[in-house]
Structure formats: C-alpha cells, structure tokens
C-alpha cells in the first residue's frame, strides 16, 4: 500500500481478528460552489436539507428504544453479570448510532459534490446548555448525535474538497422565508411552520434548512467581494429594506420553493 503511514495492529475483538492499517489520503481541490446545500440537524429528523430530503431518525430511535427498555431491565439486577451486559449494550448502541451518522455524512457530502454545492450548517457548539427539554425527552435530547454527524460531514466534506459554511442558528426556525417575518409563534410545533404574517405553511426541518442555505449565500457572496476571488453564480435576495450587515444575521427569503 503506498499511502500506507505508521505501523499496524493486529487486534481480536469478540474472538474476531482485525488488522488496523494507517493510512494517507489526499484531498481534492476545493470546489467553488454554484451554491449550497442547507442541512437542519434535529432530533425527530436527524437532518434534513434543503433539496426537501429527509434522513429520518425513525430507525435511532426504535433502537434507543430498546436499549433503553434493557438498561432499565439489567440495571434492576444490579448483578456482575447484568453490568457486563450494560456495558455491551452501550457499545452496541453506540456503534449503531456511528454508522448511521456516516451514511447520512456520506450522502450530504457526495450530493452536494455531484451537484458543485457548498454545504451549510449552523454552528451549535453548546446548544445542549442553551435549550431546555421537557423530562420525558430528556433521555433523547442527550444522545443527540449531531456533534459528532457534523464532524463526519467536515471531514468527508475536505477529503471530496466541499466548502463546508456554519452559520449563525438565530432565527432559523421562527424566520418565514417567504415573507422573512421573525416571530416564534410561525413555529407552530415541533414538526409545522405556519407564518402568522402570510400563511406560509411547510414542514419547520425543511424551513431551517432553507433559512440556513440562504444566510450561508449571503455570508459566502460578502466573503467573495470582500477577497476578490471571484463571482457567485446565484442572485442574493435580500429584502430592500435590509442592508448586507443586517441580513447576515436576519434575512432568510429564498427565491425556490417546494411546490405543494
């Protein structure tokens, strides 16, 4: 192997040899955007973007389901044994959960590079402390993987030379982005988004994914003129009454959507 970097090991795991092999990969030349692909990461739908594709977290949450049912069962024991069979569970869980998160990293990736697009996505660092959940939802609101999904699509994204954008959350998922109106009644639920101002009506994962995809256009076309580089492809619609400034940080109409 000629990429081959460091030394390999020879591990049994489960009575099953592996062989660990370090390895060197180049990555692609950066990709200009045509435009970008905003992705809303969630806990009902672990991501959703702004083509209108759901990566439901349907098949997580039945598995956490049961794994949660066993761990209440085992930890009820208390005995050696039920410990040694929490601890495997745990793994189990844990490496369900990370191989879900590649394939959904995967998909955003190689479909924003087959389409010359950008991948947008809010920055949450911390956001576990800044939000409060109900005590029923705590346990799924914990294991809430998107830290870890964001670091798959960071990487996968410099190997295949996808721009990768985070943007400011404000607003994301009370803005209407027909009207722009702000209000956190548009928020109907969970799942709806119903404008009060002018009665659009979507899915909320959907509307956060487009308010996300336009605020990584506007930040990206100002980093653009500002450098010199070189010409975005894709008019900006900001609102008249919004200076540039302003609407990094608010503005959010988008020029395409879903039709119903």
């Known amino acids: 192997m000629k990429k081959r970097k460091g030394q390999s090991d020879l591990i049994i795991q489960n009575g099953e040899f592996f062989l660990l092999v370090g390895y060197e990969k180049e990555e692609s ?28 977290g349907d ?39 990370r191989n879900i998160n590649h394939k959904i990293a995967k998909e955003l990736v190689l479909k924003a590079k087959d389409t010359n697009f950008g991948i947008a996505l809010e920055d949450l660092k911390g956001i576990r402390k800044k939000t409060t959940v109900r005590k029923k939802n705590r346990n799924k609101h914990s294991s809430w993987s998107f830290g870890q999904l964001t670091t798959f699509i960071e990487y996968k994204a410099k190997l295949n030379g996808v721009e990768v954008i985070f943007i400011d959350p404000k607003y994301t998922s009370t803005t209407c982005p027909k009207c722009t109106s702000i209000n956190k009644k548009n928020r109907k639920s969970q799942e709806e988004f119903y404008c009060i101002k002018c009665n659009y009506h979507e899915n909320a994962d959907y509307v956060g994914s487009i308010n996300i995809r336009q605020k990584a256009r506007i930040i990206y076309e100002k980093d653009v003129i500002e450098s010199k580089k070189g010409h975005v492809s894709w008019p900006i619609a900001v609102p008249r009454n919004l200076c540039l400034s302003e609407a990094i940080g608010t503005a959010t109409h988008a020029p395409f959507f879903r039709k119903e």
């Open 59 to 97: 098949l997580i949450e039945k598995n956490r389901q049961k794994y949660m049912k066993q761990r209440k069962d085992l930890q009820k024991k208390g005995t050696k044994n039920s410990k040694r069979k929490l601890c495997k569970i745990k793994k189990k869980e844990k490496n369900f959960r």
């Open 29 to 56: 030349k950066k990709i200009i955007p045509d435009d970008f692909l905003g992705v809303d990461l969630g806990i009902k739908q672990i991501a959703y973007d702004s083509d209108g594709k759901s990566y439901s």
